[in-house]
């Protein structure tokens, strides 16, 4: 898939992608900690937790990971699956469904749309494989940022949830 307008160009990802990947999400922990949020994703870079570098490993291998470029380098990242993270306290739909288990993009590049480019194509692929679910889940805290821009790249907001003290905002959007 190309994004004519920002010259973003999407392809599946491989293991090779998986140090890009967790270079974005050390890069978003920083960023995201400065501007005071360290209640999302803590503090720790993602690269330096424990398990964290075996996790991306396993997006890249195990579930369907997509990569945008632009310029030619990694500048986001779309892990799908066919459901939520056993570990998320997450009703299964009753359905079949692609579930976003992941999606990042390089702070560099804000603005340009790479994550709205990476859920379009996200919707494309559940389309092409016949299932009319696309769901994601996101950090429901802070001023609902992170909820407001999956509704503004067409999800709704379906069930909330705690995951210890972390707030979570389950959002579908129908494809078919």
């Known amino acids: 898939m190309n994004d004519s307008t920002h010259g973003i160009r999407i392809r599946p ?10 270079a974005m999400l050390d890069s978003a922990v920083v960023w995201m900690n400065a501007r005071g949020n360290t209640e999302q994703w803590g503090t720790t870079p993602y690269s330096q937790r424990p398990g964290g570098t075996e996790r991306v490993e396993r997006y890249t291998t195990e579930n369907i990971p ?5 310029g030619g380098g990694p500048a986001g990242a779309l892990v799908l699956d066919s459901g939520p993270s056993p570990q ?13 288990r992941l999606l990042v993009s ?5 603005g340009l749309g790479i994550g709205a480019a990476l859920l379009a194509h996200a919707a494309e692929e559940a389309r092409r494989a016949g299932v009319e679910l696309l ?7 802070g001023g609902g940022e992170l909820v407001s821009f999956y509704e503004r790249n067409g999800f709704a907001r379906t069930d ?3 995951s210890g003290s972390w707030p979570g ?6 494809v078919g």
């Open 135 to 141: 769901r994601v889940d996101c950090w429901a805290g």
């Open 106 to 110: 390089d702070r560099r590049y804000a």
């Open 88 to 100: 998320m306290p997450i009703p299964a739909a009753a359905e079949p469904e692609r579930y976003v």
């Open 66 to 70: 997509y990569v945008a470029e632009l």
């Open 13 to 22: 990802g491989s293991l090779a992608d998986a140090p890009a990947i967790l």
């Open 169 to 174: 905002q389950v959002l579908a959007r129908r």
């Open 160 to 162: 909330r949830f705690l």
